[in-house]
């Protein structure tokens, strides 16, 4: 269920601005590392709950703007807060890839490390998946069905449980790798990337807060 943000969106003053925008900081919610800074009106906010996509207002082109409408790296929204006054917005996205224009991984030419090579990873299986590649093991896992992957799935997670049972860490670590890649494949055969995952962990956290 889409979370409720029309009380927030009430208390949001647009007015201490001439232009009517307010600064929108926007804040990769898996790494905690801020992306970039826009700005908002009331409409581009409303667009960008509505949406689920980080909608700023252009001052220069005076329209609204998706980020991502040309790169089509957008910013799934996560989660909106506003600072003490109301006047700021803190907005937790999920980037679709690197943020800035100039190719860097945030308009602020930092590193977004922590999820980052397993965004790449489920790239690269779900390309595998819609354009099967000959001799790919991940294309093979497909072609054989869901079934067998999730049989796979199972096998790996009961190697890992024998190898905790060890005090061999690089089988250890080899064994926990193979599960993961496996349970990216299963997740990418239902559809589903790490970061829905992610976000049903995030939900239960506030919920136990």
């Known amino acids: 269920m889409k979370k409720d943000y ?3 969106v009430k208390r949001v003053d647009f007015s201490k601005s001439s232009s009517g925008c307010v600064p929108a ?3 990769d919610s898996s790494t905690n590392v801020i992306l970039m800074l826009g700005y908002m009106n009331k409409e581009a906010l409303v667009e960008t ?16 703007w998706i980020k991502g409408e040309t790169s089509k790296n957008y910013l799934h929204v996560i989660d909106i807060k506003t600072d003490c006054d109301f006047d ?5 996205a999920r980037p679709d890839g690197v943020v800035c224009h100039t190719g860097a991984e945030t308009c602020f030419n930092e590193e977004n490390s922590g999820q980052d090579f397993l965004r790449a990873l489920e790239k690269i299986i779900e390309g595998r998946k819609k354009h099967p590649l ?3 093991y991940t294309s093979t896992l497909f072609k054989k069905g869901i079934n067998a992957m999730a049989q796979k799935v199972g096998e790996e997670a009961v190697e890992l449980v ?6 061999d860490n690089k089988l250890f670590l080899n064994e926990a790798a193979d599960l993961m890649f496996h ?3 299963l997740l990418q055969a239902k559809n589903k990337t790490l970061a829905d995952v992610i976000e049903v962990l995030e939900k239960r956290h506030k919920q136990v807060e």
């Open 6 to 8: 029309s009380d927030l």
């Open 25 to 27: 900081i926007i804040q």
């Open 49 to 64: 709950i509505d949406s689920g996509l980080v909608t700023f207002f252009s001052r220069s082109k005076n329209r609204l």
């Open 88 to 92: 700021t917005l803190l907005i937790k």
């Open 134 to 136: 000959s001799g790919s």
């Open 162 to 167: 024998i190898e905790s049972k060890d005090n």
């Open 183 to 185: 349970y990216l494949v």
